[in-house]
């Protein structure tokens, strides 16, 4: 009967040659320990790593690696990346590419979009966050490249290309991105600038933040959000809605004006004089403070006061409203004497001082500028009563 052999190398123990007879079913070959240990290791070698496979790269780091491998000028982007974005999406959110000539070169070999990747457990593999990423890619030489920037965590993916335009007046548009955070009762929408240089994106240092936008605009090269209202009732009843200017200076994303929408009381005209002049509408700021030191009194039912400690409802204390009256406008008075000595050339200390000694400031006043019920109105110290409003909101 012919035989059938097998070889097997072992370590250190040379050739051993194992022929076979033809095996019935119950017949198997018989293999000696250290044989059965050396197959055992070559099955381990040869086996494919599962789970090393499995780990699938970071969306930005694939979309880099397969546009490398792409020269089609005329790429359908918007289909190509919605192809690639969607297995790392659980929600499947469409995504919106926008085509354009950043650079001005004439030609439209740019596109700005926001993708979004699940971040996902390393141990269970569930998702446990969202992540969302602004990408600019631009096709030259023959190449592809992207370029990216990471929005904040915490908004869970929801972000978006507000609008695409020139804020800085050299005719190359800059690339304006928000992205919001959903709290329990109010959305806040923060807003950053990004310019395409050299083929890098930039993006400038600032933001913008409003709660619960309105409408978001660009106007003679400035950004202008409306809104600013806090939905939850602890911000308080007197809030008003106001418009917000930002601009690219120095650089930077700054904020250039706020103004309010409407000032029904003495309280709101000081605060939006507070406002002018901290933005340097000095002028404006004066005309302010003079409307809230001659406002007539009007009736502050629809709003609320703390009043030793308590929440009170307006129109139910009119002795202490009518102190809280009072107190406005002789801070207000304070505002007016103090800018007006700040533009004579007065330094800030001294000119706080005079302000303060011709108005006759005294810690009384605190009580009743604090008075004003919710967390979204400025809080006075002795220390801050001559300050910038701006740092008050930080």
Same mark, same amino acid.
């Given at each position: 009967?012919?035989?059938?052999?097998?070889?097997?190398?072992?370590?250190?123990?040379?050739?051993?040659?194992?022929?076979?007879?033809? &095996?019935?079913?119950?017949?198997?070959?018989?293999?000696?320990?250290?044989?059965?240990?050396?197959? +055992?290791?070559?099955? #381990?070698?040869?086996?494919?790593?599962?789970?090393?496979? /499995?780990?699938?790269?970071?969306?930005?780091?694939?979309?880099?690696?397969?546009?490398?491998?792409?020269?089609?000028?005329? &790429?359908? /982007?918007? #289909?190509?990346?919605?192809?690639? @974005?969607?297995?790392? %999406?659980?929600?499947?959110?469409?995504?919106?590419?926008?085509?354009?000539?950043? !650079?001005?070169?004439?030609?439209?070999?740019?596109? @700005?979009?926001?993708?979004?990747?699940?971040?996902?457990?390393?141990?269970?593999?569930?998702?446990?966050?969202?992540?969302?990423?602004?990408?600019?890619?631009?096709?030259?030489?023959?190449?592809?490249?992207?370029? +990216?920037?990471?929005?904040?965590?915490?908004?869970?993916?929801?972000?978006?290309? /507000?609008?695409?335009?020139?804020?800085?007046?050299?005719?190359?548009?800059?690339?304006?991105?928000?992205?919001? =955070?959903?709290?329990?009762?109010?959305?806040?929408?923060?807003?950053?600038?990004?310019?395409?240089?050299? $083929?890098?994106?930039?993006?400038?240092?600032?933001?913008?933040?409003?709660?619960?936008?309105?409408?978001?605009?660009? *106007?003679?090269?400035?950004? *202008?959000?409306?809104?600013?209202?806090?939905?939850?009732?602890?911000?308080?009843?007197?809030?008003?809605?106001?418009?917000?200017?930002?601009?690219?200076?120095?650089?930077?994303?700054?904020?250039?004006?706020?103004?309010?929408? *409407?000032?029904?009381?003495?309280?709101?005209?000081?605060?939006?004089?507070?406002?002018?002049?901290?933005?340097?509408?000095?002028?404006?700021?004066?005309?302010?403070?003079?409307?809230?030191? #001659? /406002?007539?009194?009007?009736?502050?039912?629809?709003?609320?006061?703390?009043?030793?400690?308590?929440? @009170? *409802?307006?129109?139910?204390?009119?002795?202490?409203?009518?102190?809280? %009256?009072?107190?406005?406008?002789?801070?207000?008075?304070?505002?007016?004497? &103090?800018?007006?000595?700040?533009?004579?050339?007065?330094?800030? $200390?001294?000119?706080?001082?005079?302000?303060?000694?011709?108005?006759?400031? !005294?810690?009384?006043?605190?009580?009743?500028? =604090?008075?004003?019920?919710?967390?979204?109105?400025?809080?006075?110290?002795?220390?801050?009563?001559?300050?910038?409003?701006?740092? &008050?909101?930080?």
């Amino acid at each position: 009967m012919e035989k059938n052999c097998l070889k097997y190398v072992g370590a250190g123990i040379g050739i051993i040659i194992l022929c076979l007879l033809p &095996l019935t079913g119950r017949e198997r070959p018989t293999l000696t320990a250290q044989s059965q240990q050396h197959v +055992s290791v070559i099955s #381990e070698v040869d086996k494919p790593n599962q789970s090393s496979e /499995m780990v699938r790269k970071p969306l930005i780091e694939q979309l880099r690696f397969e546009l490398s491998q792409v020269n089609k000028p005329d &790429l359908d /982007m918007t #289909e190509w990346l919605q192809t690639r @974005v969607t297995p790392y %999406d659980s929600q499947k959110e469409l995504i919106n590419v926008i085509r354009t000539d950043l !650079d001005q070169d004439g030609v439209s070999n740019e596109w @700005v979009s926001v993708l979004f990747e699940d971040i996902l457990d390393k141990q269970t593999g569930l998702v446990q966050a969202r992540q969302s990423y602004g990408v600019i890619i631009d096709y030259r030489d023959s190449q592809f490249s992207l370029q +990216s920037l990471s929005f904040p965590s915490e908004n869970y993916g929801r972000s978006k290309v /507000m609008t695409i335009d020139d804020l800085t007046g050299d005719s190359k548009s800059e690339v304006v991105w928000v992205s919001m =955070n959903n709290g329990a009762h109010t959305t806040f929408s923060e807003y950053i600038v990004s310019s395409w240089v050299d $083929r890098k994106l930039e993006t400038y240092e600032g933001t913008a933040v409003i709660a619960s936008v309105s409408k978001a605009e660009i *106007q003679d090269r400035k950004l *202008q959000l409306s809104g600013g209202l806090i939905g939850s009732v602890g911000a308080g009843p007197w809030q008003q809605e106001f418009t917000e200017s930002y601009a690219i200076f120095e650089n930077k994303l700054k904020r250039t004006g706020r103004v309010y929408v *409407q000032s029904p009381t003495p309280y709101h005209r000081l605060i939006s004089g507070m406002w002018a002049e901290s933005h340097g509408y000095r002028e404006q700021a004066m005309r302010d403070y003079t409307e809230a030191v #001659e /406002m007539q009194t009007p009736s502050y039912q629809d709003y609320a006061f703390i009043f030793e400690g308590e929440w @009170v *409802q307006g129109g139910l204390n009119p002795d202490q409203e009518a102190m809280f %009256d009072r107190t406005i406008k002789r801070f207000s008075q304070l505002r007016k004497e &103090l800018l007006t000595e700040v533009s004579s050339g007065v330094d800030p $200390r001294n000119a706080c001082l005079m302000a303060k000694k011709k108005t006759g400031f !005294d810690m009384t006043w605190l009580t009743y500028l =604090n008075a004003p019920a919710g967390y979204a109105n400025p809080h006075w110290e002795e220390g801050t009563i001559c300050v910038d409003i701006a740092l &008050l909101e930080q």
